[in-house]
Nanobody, 122 residues
Framework: QVQLVESGGGLVQPGGSLRLSCAAS????????MSWVRQAPGKGFEWVSG????????DYGDSVKGRFTISRDNAKNTVYLEMNSLKPEDTAVYYC???????????????WGQGTQVTVSS
């Protein structure tokens, strides 16, 4: 079955960096776009970033553009989120999601990981 397992979250000071990883299994990883979605305490879900199946096209939410970088390694079935210049408002649970639309970026999220907590605080 499809599994998405995130790792790399933790506590970091403002201005710091973290790298999230998402190990995927149970499907042909190289055929699907992937995204990261987050949920801050008491708030709804916010799409953060997405990458197409080949890693050629990426996109970012306005709140993270210029600070976060998404990438993937199809040989390792893993998608990454490099987060720099972190702010307290980046505090959230970060979810790795599979895009059921297929190879191109879409919003048909059909599988979610369990999430990893990122806390930005001094």
């Amino acid at each position: 079955q499809v599994q998405l397992v995130e790792s790399g979250g933790g506590l970091v000071q403002p201005g710091g960096s973290l790298r999230l990883s998402c190990a995927a299994s149970g499907f042909t990883f190289s055929s699907y776009a992937m995204s990261w979605v987050r949920q801050a305490p008491g708030k709804g879900f916010e799409w953060v970033s997405g990458i197409d199946s080949g890693g050629d096209k990426t996109d970012y939410g306005d709140s993270v553009k210029g600070r976060f970088t998404i990438s993937r390694d199809n040989a390792k079935n893993t998608v990454y989120l490099e987060m720099n210049s972190l702010k307290p408002e980046d505090t959230a649970v970060y979810y790795c999601v599979k895009d059921g639309s297929g190879a191109t970026l879409g919003i048909k999220y059909d599988y979610w990981g369990q999430g990893t907590q990122v806390t930005v605080s001094s």
